[in-house]
Structure formats: structure tokens, C-alpha cells
């Protein structure tokens, strides 16, 4: 069974930095896509940045030039790296993932539990 363990969320002034973890535990797949949405209060869940095996990134318009996406594929681990935050940025995080079980010719999403990220002013 595949699990996304998320950590590194918190409170933050404004201009402040963050880095969120999200590593996929279990075996016998390989990772397609790994990537963080968030979800602020009222507002539907959006792309914040992902990354694709083999290297291809995409980052929402809003977080270009201040988040960072890393992907560790050794460790099955996303990292998303938030500096110069701000406090429209407040929301819940939560890292995907499209898995591909071994023999498998399909993909499969996954969600993190999510992660609260506050940023104050």
C-alpha cells in the first residue's frame, strides 16, 4: 500500500522561507509525476508546481521566482522549497502522485494528507 508522509508546514512572517517534504513509502512501483497543490479557504485545489520523471518542471504562474520543486527519485521524495512568502501563499498543501505499479501499464494518483501553511503579515 502506498503512502505520501508530508511534513514541514508552519507558521511564517511575511517574506519568510519553507521547505515541505513529501516522501511515497512502499515498493515495487515507479513514480510518474510528483507535485504539490494547495487549497486556500473557499478555493478549489491548484497546482503549485510539479515535476515529471525525467526532469520536465511546471510551477503556477503565482509561485515563478520563489518556490522551488526538487525531486529526490532514491528516496521517493518531492521537496518544495518557498522562499519570499506571502500571505495570499496561506493554504493547505498537499503532495500528489501519479505510481505506476510494477507490471502495471496504468497510473494511479495518490494524495498526501496535506500540510497547513500560514503565512502572516
Known amino acids: 500500500q502506498v503512502q505520501l508522509v508530508e511534513s514541514g508546514g508552519g507558521l511564517v512572517q511575511s517574506g519568510g522561507s519553507l521547505r515541505l517534504s513529501c516522501a511515497a513509502s512502499g515498493s515495487g512501483f515507479s513514480i510518474n509525476v510528483m507535485g504539490w497543490y494547495s487549497q486556500a479557504p473557499g478555493k478549489q485545489r491548484e497546482l503549485v508546481a510539479a515535476v515529471i520523471s525525467g526532469g520536465r518542471i511546471n510551477y503556477a504562474d503565482s509561485v515563478k521566482g520563489r518556490f522551488t520543486i526538487s525531486r529526490d527519485d532514491a528516496k521517493n521524495t518531492v521537496y518544495l522549497q518557498m522562499n519570499s512568502l506571502k500571505p495570499e501563499d496561506t493554504a493547505v498543501y498537499y503532495c500528489?502522485?501519479?505510481?505506476?505499479?510494477?507490471?502495471?501499464?496504468?497510473?494511479?494518483?495518490?494524495w498526501g494528507q496535506g500540510t497547513q501553511v500560514t503565512v502572516s503579515s
Open positions: 500528489n502522485a501519479d505510481i505506476v505499479p510494477y507490471g502495471s501499464r496504468g497510473a494511479f494518483r495518490y
